[in-house]
Every structure is written in structure tokens, then in C-alpha cells.
């Protein structure tokens, strides 16, 4: 499909930017997953050697089947970049991701990282985020933490499992409530006032990285890179 397709040219762009000896965060989705496809063939062509951390259980899964070495985040030293998937990018290249369910680790990822790499096709890429915005939380606290954000006045609504009764559990063990903001809002301050609030871990509004990330969109007539 035309959205395969335009996946395939910005992940496959991205892996260009892996440098032998490097550690890389490796990021979780479906247009990731193409530049963990091309990196199998750097390393089987150009004998590439890399290192990668997981930020999801499917990308760790991933990475085995293609021969990608992985490590865990305490064998690195540092990660020279970090290449990932988003579900809307504004032109500051704030980010709302989620959709996953993996962004705990991707934000972390992100924040060691010196680097961040966003890859998407062209319908991720919006005049200002709007949402539903990913937020995982502890079960513990799933009734505080709906409260307060209907007294902010959006609507938060827990994920349910598709082959699972119940609600979606993170690879963390925890749960996700997909809140609807009301209005327009300022993405770093929402980021802000949601992080804050107990028993959330953290939710998937990406204000804080823009400074250090390089989007690469799959157009048609070939990959366009962005940074500020
Ligand atoms: O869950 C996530 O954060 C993913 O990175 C998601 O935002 C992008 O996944 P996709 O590349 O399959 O659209």
C-alpha cells in the first residue's frame, strides 16, 4: 500500500544514519520495523556492527529474528541514537506517541539518547497535536488518576485487549488510559501537568526532545529529512 510504501522509504533512510561501532536505541512499530530490515542487511553486507537496546518486548523479538545484537540499557555506555515511530509530529517536531503502548521506554530511550531519529509517513505530520494521548499508569491508582483528568476537563478512556479480556498491559505491567483533551493546549505544559500527577509513569506527549531530532518523512518522491 502507498502508506507501506512511504513507511518503508523513511525507515530505510533512517538506517543510513547508523555508524559501525555504534549503540542504538531501537524504537517500536511498523515503520521502525523497516529500518530494523535494512540494518539485518547493513550488517550482513557491510559486516555493520552495531549494538541495540529494545524499548519493547516485539522489538526485542524483532531484533533476534533479524540479527540485530542487542544489549541491556545497563551495557551502554551511551546511545548514540535512537530511531523511532510517532503517531502525530507538529511542526516543532513535538511528538504524541503511543499508540504502541511502548513509549515508558521510548522515553527513556530518547532522553539518554544524543540523538533521535523520528521516521513516519506523511500522515503523521500535523499543524498542532491534537491526540488521544497515551497515558500509562500503575493499576493501583486508576481511579485517582481518571478523576483528575476529567476535573481537567478532557476524557480519559482505559485501552482495552483485543485477544485479551481486560485492560492492555505494558511490558512494564501497568495499564493505559487514551486521554482526550477538551481543547487546544500547549503541548509541553500538558506533557507537564500529566507527568505530575500520581501514579501516572508517564504519558506520550514528546515536547522535551525537539532540540535533538531528525524527522525523516517517506514521501513519495523520495525521504525528506527535518530537524529545527
Ligand atoms: O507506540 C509507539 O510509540 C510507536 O512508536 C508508534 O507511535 C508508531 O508506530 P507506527 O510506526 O507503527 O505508526
Redesign the pocket.
Known amino acids: 500500500s502507498p502508506q507501506e510504501k512511504a ?1 518503508q522509504r523513511a525507515g530505510f533512510k533512517a538506517a543510513e544514519y547508523v555508524k559501525d561501532g555504534m549503540t542504538i536505541g531501537l ?7 523497516f529500518t530494523m530490515a535494512r540494518l539485518k542487511e547493513r550488517i550482513r553486507d557491510e559486516s555493520l556492527t552495531i549494538r541495540g537496546v529494545p ?2 518486548i516485539q522489538t526485542l523479538i524483532r531484533a533476534g529474528e533479524l540479527g540485530i545484537p542487542i544489549i541491556g540499557l545497563e551495557q551502554a555506555e551511551k546511545i548514540n541514537l535512537t530511531i ?4 502525530q509530529i507538529d511542526p516543532q517536531l513535538r ?9 515508558v521506554r ?1 522515553r527513556i530511550l530518547a532522553d539518554i539518547s544524543d540523538r533521535l531519529i523520528i ?3 506523511p500522515t ?1 505530520l500535523c499543524t498542532e497535536l491534537t491526540g488521544p494521548v ?1 497515558i500509562e499508569i500503575i493499576p493501583f491508582a486508576l481511579s485517582h488518576v481518571q478523576n483528575v483528568l476529567i476535573k481537567m476537563g478532557g476524557n480519559p478512556v482505559l485501552r482495552d485487549g483485543v485477544k485479551k479480556d481486560g485492560p492492555v498491559i505494558s511490558d512494564n505491567g501497568n495499564i493505559i488510559l487514551d486521554y482526550h483533551p477538551a481543547q487546544k493546549y500547549n503541548p509541553m505544559d500538558l506533557e507537564t501537568a500529566i507527568n505530575m500527577i500520581p501514579g501516572v509513569v508517564c504519558c ?1 506527549i514528546f515536547a522535551e526532545f525537539s532540540e535533538k531530532t531528525t524527522v525523516i518523512i517517506g514521501e513519495e518522491e523520495g525521504p525528506r529529512v527535518i530537524s529545527l
Open positions: 513507511k524504537g517500536t512499530g511498523s515503520t521502525v520495523a524499548t519493547s523511532d515511530g510517532a503517531d511528538l504524541i506517541k503511543g499508540r504502541g503502548a511502548a513509549h521510548e521516521v513516519a509517513d503523521k497515551p506520550g
